[in-house]
């Protein structure tokens, strides 16, 4: 979590605190950030400690319109960061590295949008699913992801549209619920992000960084990577999973032929998954993809292939494993997550 600034740099407080207020949004210290940077009347906040955009060193340049952070990294250092290019307004901030990363970037392990997968072979296709029901996404001996799709169907071009809306997570005897939260209207300002960790809802201060650690499970944590609605799950040796709650704007709906109405934002999950020990039978729609043996059948020459077969992927519940490609074994898989987590 972001220390509170050294009185050293006060006067630079002094003016991003009237900076932020000329704009309309309460100050913070423990993270500021503009959609485009304010006039500054003085010398901007200048950083302690280098800034990273993509894993690549990157300044913040103040004539840019890309949203700017300013925090604290885990020693109290100042940390001023920039969106990448890539994503000048929709990136993560983690204050612990200073730096900032692209929720969408085609990296394996990422779901965003309509939704396109980037699979562990680093191909990116679609994977439509069904409006309303849920789908293994992972299946492997210890772990078990499913994901409830959500859609919108636009009667002018007959087309229903699919969205990632939550993620339940089974590993050994738990169950982990990651979700965006409906909204009529989007409001930037609110978390839309509803965690839950045995059926107990986790609760976690709304500032960049804030974390929550698990008391009955060693090694599972939560960490907001943005004051509100983005968020990081990790346990430790298993696997880390970032998940931003978006709406679909109208700006999107117009260039998508989405079909949105006044009646919903469609608020849904961008997701970015990392797993540090599947075996060589891992299943489902993204899991098979880290596979040794996997040979992608799909039309790769596509400018964006679709993996169909969604029948066998299908789940009874958000937390059931019983797709036809499951691999899941509760009771195995207990001590092999605990003997990674410990």
């Not at 050994?172 to 939260?181: I, M, N, P, T, Y």
């Amino acid at each position: 979590m972001s220390q509170v600034p050294q009185i050293g740099w006060f006067c630079s407080l002094v003016a991003a605190t009237l900076a932020v207020g000329v704009m309309g949004q309460p100050p913070s210290p423990s993270n500021w950030f503009w959609e485009t940077p304010p006039s500054w009347d003085g010398t901007p906040p200048q950083p302690e400690v280098p800034s990273y955009a993509n894993g690549q060193l990157s300044p913040a340049n103040y004539n840019k319109p890309n949203r700017i952070f300013i925090c604290d990294d885990d020693w109290g250092k100042t940390c001023v960061a920039q969106c990448p290019d890539l994503c000048p307004k929709s990136c993560e901030m983690s204050c612990s590295y200073c730096e900032t990363s692209c929720r969408c970037a085609n990296y394996p392990g990422t779901s965003c949008g309509d939704p396109s997968f980037t699979g562990g072979d680093g191909v990116t296709f679609y994977f439509h699913g069904r409006k309303d029901q849920d789908f293994c996404i992972v299946s492997d001996a210890d772990l078990h992801i499913n994901a409830r799709f959500i859609g919108n169907h636009n009667p002018v071009n007959e087309r229903t549209f699919t969205w990632i809306q939550s993620l339940g997570v089974s590993f050994g005897d738990h169950r982990l619920f990651v979700g965006a939260r409906r909204a009529i209207e989007w409001d930037e300002e609110e978390d839309h992000i509803e965690i839950t960790f045995d059926g107990e809802p986790i609760n976690i201060d709304t500032s960049n960084n804030a974390r929550w650690v698990s008391r009955t499970l060693a090694g599972l944590s939560v960490k907001r990577t943005d004051a509100v609605n983005s968020v990081k799950v990790d346990l430790a040796g298993v696997f880390s999973i970032s998940a931003s709650a978006v709406p679909i704007t109208d700006e999107d709906s117009k260039i998508h032929s989405y079909g949105k109405t006044m009646k919903d934002s469609l608020v849904h999950l961008d997701l970015r998954f990392k797993f540090h020990s599947l075996t060589d039978v891992v299943d489902g729609v993204l899991g098979q993809t880290y596979r040794l043996d996997y040979v992608n059948k799909m039309n790769v020459t596509a400018k964006m292939p679709i993996m169909g077969g969604a029948p066998k992927y299908l789940s009874s519940g958000l937390f059931s494993t019983d797709c036809a490609v499951s691999k899941f074994h509760r009771s195995g898989g207990a001590n092999h997550v605990r003997a990674l987590a410990a």
